[in-house]
């Protein structure tokens, strides 16, 4: 009876290993460049291009493309809370942001996401100005 065990074990073993390597495999891929400007860094830059020319869901495009391509490009993140803040929604925005400091991997970038945190606060505070309502002020960003 125990020799009986051990291939009924392995056999469930094997099964088991080939399901989970099965469903690895079936995991999201990052798309591969199309040519030398499709790159997350020229992505980033003509979202940046677009913002300037209050392009705003284009612009969101483009940073769209920079992380199809690298998930970790905390540029990307950035622009992408940079066009929701210039679109109306700072929540979103700030959103953005915050997961854009978590994958930041240079001081430039961080230096980068920390501008794009003035930006979006400035935004959202001209923005209540604007409407006439009191804004409660925002401290936490200056932690950083």
């Known amino acids: 009876m125990v020799s009986r065990m051990k291939p009924m074990n392995l056999f469930r073993f094997l099964v088991v290993l080939t399901a989970g390597v099965l469903m690895i495999s079936c995991g999201p891929k990052a798309q591969q460049p199309l040519s030398q400007l499709d790159t997350p860094e020229h992505h980033t830059f003509t979202g940046i291009r677009l913002l300037n020319q209050e392009k705003f869901a284009d612009a969101g495009r483009e940073f769209e493309l920079a992380l199809r391509l690298d998930l970790r490009y905390a540029r990307a993140y950035a622009g992408i809370g940079l066009a929701k803040a210039y679109q109306g929604d700072f929540a ?4 953005s942001l915050k997961q854009a400091e978590k994958r930041t991997r240079s001081d430039q970038e961080k ?5 794009g945190f003035i930006r979006v606060n400035t ?4 923005a209540c100005l604007r409407v006439g ?3 409660k002020p925002d401290e936490a960003w200056l932690a950083n």
């Open 111 to 115: 230096i980068f996401v920390l501008v």
């Open 123 to 126: 935004l959202s505070h001209s």
């Open 92 to 95: 979103g925005g700030l959103e």
């Open 133 to 135: 309502t009191e804004c």
